[in-house]
């Protein structure tokens, strides 16, 4: 199957016609650049959106509470609505298996040292479900566990880069940190996608917190997951119907937007999602267009190449040339300039795309890149596009007469 | 060798018909050197493309070394051209792009040599006609007589049974045209049977036989006494 010999004879004509081979295959080159560059920005994009969401679970409702902006049964505006442990429990009885993790959350700032070691962290006492919540990667050790709830141990999980901070070169594991005059152990060092910030946090047992810092059952915010069997629409009716109960059992207006405030992530995932949806098909008819306009300028070209070798193919007719090794000619060297200059308008983009990735991160777009599956799909697409391109012109080629061609001028 | 009866072509012309053929009957034998000669329109190039199976008869009869030429199909026509017959055409036609070399080994391509026994063949040829020095040029780089010289190796190189020239001369001055017609004159010589169509007397006179044609029929069709292109050089 594999003739060098035809091979050759095609590489012949493609070098001694060299000019006319880069202007065809320009245009092609041209389409898969644009479509590279406009493919690794969508990328990009898209990268940029997924950082954003990547911290936390995608189902992710988050509830906090504020004061009241509306008199509401006999109730004034300006009352501060507190969260505390039985709410927490009310939600996980009331809603049951709907609710996948669950979480309180209270925040503190409080100024941390280790030996002469010191800086002011931000502490979240939790429960151990908030691991699964935050996306948190425990790197050493372990997380709060529910044994940690019971016994109020005073124990403490802390960020990469706090373990950085203090530890320097001694291992966190096992040390006792100073939390504003209290000792905790340390039990674990976490890592987290999220960002810096991220990991320069220190979790505790939401009991211990409560204990210490004001004897109360006091908490700032709930953060749960729903359970990921329901789709969208479930999803937002249920936190619809969690914001009223919870509106209700604190005697607050329905309309009420600051006392109990409920974001459900579902709403923003599926913005993100639609907006990458549209975002390819805006890729994928551009790109398209633009390879069909690349393939329809080579057949252009090869229908003036087989104008132009008119005399040649019937001189090759006359010397014993059959059909289909004249379409094989004309039908393989489009293939060569349509996949060749194709690639070359890849790597030129890929080139450009990394060249750009510092500058097109001040434009959220970020690590900017074509996949693998990109490439090999390209170049069947190239193949498929250089045979389109080369089968018409081939097949008028394979039909000359060489009478025709070789009539005297 | 060559047996043709009763041929008959016409051309459409828009709506009218053009009798180019009247019924052509022709025999020539293994070792002839025959002259078409007729001015021009007489259909003597139209009888050459059929001999040459680049162009199909209406009717009649035609049988190359014993095979009947008719309903061929593009391939078939390829693969006889290829084994029988070599052409030789007035504006050479040789590929620009390829050296002598190459020129000459394309026939042998299309017959499914190995790359290494047609370069063989075809610097055996070209030596033939004297372009061994030659062989790594590009027609235009060559004179008008040696690219037809490479032409006529090119023909040779299928060792063909039929040798076709259409005007052979018709672009060289007469010092080069007698030259190649010495040439081709020593090819039969060696027993190829060639047909030359030619306008010119003097060339028509270096072959054995004359077949006079006028509007497509043959007038007259004569043995004559060989010229010797070596005299006249």
């Known amino acids: 199957m594999f003739d060098i010999d035809l091979w050759r004879e095609i590489f012949q004509s493609i070098n001694k016609n060299r000019t006319r081979s880069v202007m065809s295959g320009f245009t092609v080159a041209f389409a898969i650049l644009l479509f590279t560059i406009l493919f690794g920005i969508a990328n990009g994009l898209k990268n940029t959106f997924a950082e954003a969401f990547v911290d936390d679970a995608s189902n992710s409702i988050f509830v906090q509470s504020g004061r009241t902006t509306k008199a509401y049964k ?14 927490y429990d009310y939600i996980k009885e009331e809603f049951g298996d709907k609710v996948q993790y ?4 209270i925040y503190k700032n409080i100024n941390t040292s280790f030996r002469n070691e010191q800086n002011t962290y931000d502490v979240r006492a939790v429960h151990p479900d908030h691991q699964y919540l935050e996306k948190t990667l425990i790197r050493d050790g372990r997380y709060i566990n529910q044994k940690d709830l019971e016994e109020r141990t005073k124990v403490v999980v802390i960020g990469r880069l706090v373990d950085e901070d203090l530890f320097l070169k001694t291992t966190a594991l096992g040390k006792y940190i100073n939390l504003g005059g209290i000792q905790y152990k340390v039990v674990g060092v976490f890592t987290d996608d999220g960002g810096d910030n991220e990991e320069r946090i220190i979790y505790m ?3 211990t917190a409560q204990q210490v810092y004001g004897n109360n059952d006091y908490i700032d915010q709930i953060n749960l997951t729903y359970n990921p069997k329901m789709d969208f629409d479930q999803a937002i009716s249920f936190s619809n119907l969690l914001t009223k109960k919870l509106k209700d059992r604190f005697t607050v207006a329905r309309s009420d937007q600051r006392a109990i405030r409920v974001r459900n992530m579902a709403e923003g995932t599926k913005t993100v999602g639609l907006m990458n ?33 008119t005399k040649e193919i019937g001189i090759r007719k006359a010397l014993g040339a059959q059909p289909k090794q004249i379409v094989s000619i004309i039908l393989l060297e489009s293939i060569i300039i349509t996949t060749i200059s194709g690639y070359v308008g890849l790597l030129i983009g890929v080139g450009v795309l990394d060249l750009a990735t510092p500058v097109l991160k001040d434009y959220f777009i970020k690590d900017p890149s074509v996949s693998n599956t990109l490439v090999i799909g390209a170049t069947i697409t190239l193949i498929i596009a250089g045979t389109l391109a080369g089968y018409l012109p081939a097949k008028k080629a394979s039909r000359i007469k060489p009478i025709v061609a070789l009539r005297n001028d | 060798m060559l047996k043709i009866s009763n041929l008959h072509k016409s051309y459409a012309i828009g709506d009218s018909s053009l009798h180019v053929l009247k019924g052509i009957d022709l025999n020539i034998d293994d070792g002839e050197m025959v002259a078409i000669m007729g001015s021009s329109g007489s259909g003597k190039s139209t009888l050459l493309n059929i001999i040459g199976m680049l162009d199909e008869a209406d009717s ?8 009947p030429i008719k309903n061929l199909t593009e391939k078939k026509a390829a693969v006889y051209r290829n084994k029988f017959l070599g052409f030789i055409f007035q504006s050479f036609n040789l590929i620009n792009y390829k050296n002598a070399l190459e020129n000459v080994a394309l026939p042998l391509y299309y017959q499914g040599l190995k790359r290494k026994e047609r370069q063989k063949q075809a610097m055996f040829h070209l030596e033939k006609v004297g372009l061994t020095d030659w062989a790594h040029h590009l027609p235009k780089e060559l004179s008008g007589g040696q690219n037809q010289r490479v032409a006529i190796a090119r023909a040779l190189a299928a060792n063909p049974k039929l040798l076709l020239a259409d005007e052979p001369t018709g672009a060289l001055d007469t010092g080069t045209s007698y030259e190649i017609m010495e040439f081709i004159q020593q090819l039969n010589d060696e027993g190829k049977t060639i047909l030359i169509v030619t306008h010119e007397e003097d060339i028509a006179n270096m072959c054995k036989r004359i077949v006079r044609l006028r509007d497509g029929v043959i007038m007259e069709d004569t043995f004559v006494n060989q010229v010797r292109a070596k005299q006249n050089v």
């Not at chain 1, 805006?282 to 132009?308: D, H, P, R, Y």
């Not at chain 2, 009649?60 to 095979?67: A, R, S, T, V």
């Open chain 1, 205 to 207: 047992p939401v009991t």
């Open chain 1, 74 to 87: 006999g109730l004034q505006a300006g009352r501060r609505i507190q969260f505390k442990n039985e709410d």
């Open chain 2, 60 to 67: 009649g009869e035609y049988i190359l070394d014993g095979l």
């Open chain 1, 277 to 309: 949806f549209g975002l390819s098909m805006i890729i994928l008819v551009i790109g398209f267009g633009t390879l069909i306009a690349g393939i329809v300028g080579i057949s252009n070209i090869m229908i003036f190449v087989v104008k132009e070798r």
């Open chain 1, 102 to 105: 669950i979480t309180a959350r």
